[in-house]
């Protein structure tokens, strides 16, 4: 049985028609930078989110650049993030000339441990870290009370690399419920077409609850020009197309069903692995949510991880790989070299010791689990993962 990784063909074919009408719209509209389509999907995405202002961006990575842009993060300036993550959190870091710094990940949810976040902030003697960019991987959230907290207390800011995660929830020590991105003062959002909110083509966003940092986003991404042809700031071209907008809108009213569906299948999931061996003799381990809602919700609602991945770590994975690609099960490593492992970073800094993020490049593997997946095609994974502990 061939399965891929991600079937967007499949999440297309019910939405086809809606999506060719709507992009035959923008085109006859004639407008084709910014316009009303775009201005629409951020009041539907800050009002998603629960904030007060969204940016439309060009891409995920770009949402991040602008956000570190508009806090001015330049030359001598350090950001802290997690060594585990795609390259674009970083790779904006250096693109504004600041350098990053590291604290390793918590092993468990593989996002950035708070306590070794306020190690690195303690020995920064000489306060050249500015900021933070705690990243909610796999789209579940990152500890942000704990990240909050330290993060006040040293006077950085916050911005959410949330672009795996759109409509993950977060509980804070009050219990109230807050979606990836609305509690820093930024939240940067992937539309990539693999993200859980795709487009089709590259898109990004930032939410904030700031509305004065929303309008120098505003700003940067078209040149930092206010009124037009006068820049009282330096931006760059980073506008979200309206064709993408349109598109985006038409799925962000199935958003809630696809997280849904991502649920039951990581769920899926975690009761065939458990009716196997593998998780007893340790050869397998799945993924924990860690937060949980009250129980007054159905199974599924409960969970707050939106599965933008199902990521599980496995002994002898290289070969594990190759057999289930060998059997055409479609599976991927995120990611085989941590980001303070880059080759780009040579000679820029000393190599950080972070074993907890080493061990986790090393051992890790994700397997399909987009909303159309079948059970019938997870029961295949398992049973097939199960044959290659057997070999
Ligand atoms: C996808 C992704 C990005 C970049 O988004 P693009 O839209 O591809 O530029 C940034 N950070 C993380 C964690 C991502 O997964």
Redesign the pocket.
Known sequence: MKIPLLDLGSQLAPLREEIIAAVTCVIDSTTYIQGPEVVSLEKEIAEYCGVNNATGVS??????LVALMAIKIGAGDRVLTTPY??F??MGVILRCGALPVFADIDPVSFNIDPVAMREVLEADTDRTIKAVIP?H?YGQCADMDAILAIAQEYDIAVIE?A??AIGAEYPDSKGEWHKSGSMGLAG?Y???P??NLGGIG???MVVSIDSEFGESLKMLRNHGAKPKYFHAIIGGNFRLDPIQATVLRIKLKHLEKWHHARRENAATYNRLFAKTSLLDEKRVKTPVAIYEKASNESEFDRNHHIY?QYVITVENRDALIEFLRSKEIGCEIYYPLCLHEQKCLEGLMEKPRLPRAERAARSTIALPIYPELTTVMQEYVVEQIVAFYQL
């Not at 891409?59 to 991040?64: H, I, K, M, Q, V």
């Open positions: 891409s995920g990575t770009d949402a991040l993550s795609f674009a959190t990243v991987l690399d672009a795996q940067c992937s539309f990539f693999s993200k590259d898109g990004g933008n």
